[in-house]
């Protein structure tokens, strides 16, 4: 099973950059989906954007544009590059990995928040 650990996240102020990761370590399947996700105080959970082992990625609508998703695979570890940040961007963030098929991340976002998903820590982003 994989472990997933997230950190990057700060304070900021609006209209500044942050870079997310999320590191994976354990078993590594060689098909999989690895998505962040955000929660807002007083809010439900969202899903940001999605990274098929195959390179593709699928953006939540209101996320296009503003924040990039990445891949390392040979440090094992997922990016989220947060542009141009907004107040309504504060959120504790969070990754979420499965092994699925790459097809299946175009729906993986949907899929993650319907199930009881074991969160880890999350990193936290403020935005001011």
């Known amino acids: 099973h994989v472990q997933l650990v997230e950190s990057g996240g700060a304070s900021v102020q609006a209209g500044g950059s942050l870079r997310l990761s999320c590191a994976a370590s354990?078993?590594?399947?060689?098909?999989?989906?690895i998505g962040w996700f955000r929660q807002a105080p007083g809010k439900q959970r969202e899903g940001v954007a999605v990274?098929?082992?195959?390179?593709?990625?699928i953006y939540a609508d209101s996320m296009r544009g503003r924040f990039t998703i990445s891949g390392d695979n040979t440090q094992m570890t997922l990016y989220l590059q947060m542009n141009n940040l907004k107040p309504e961007d504060t959120a504790m963030y969070y990754c979420a990995a499965e092994d699925l098929a790459t097809y299946q991340c175009e729906t993986y976002m949907e899929w993650v928040l319907k199930r009881d998903e074991l969160w880890g820590q999350g990193t936290q982003v403020t935005v001011s």
């Open positions: 990274f098929g082992s195959d390179g593709r990625k």
């Open positions: 354990g078993y590594i399947p060689s098909s999989y989906c």
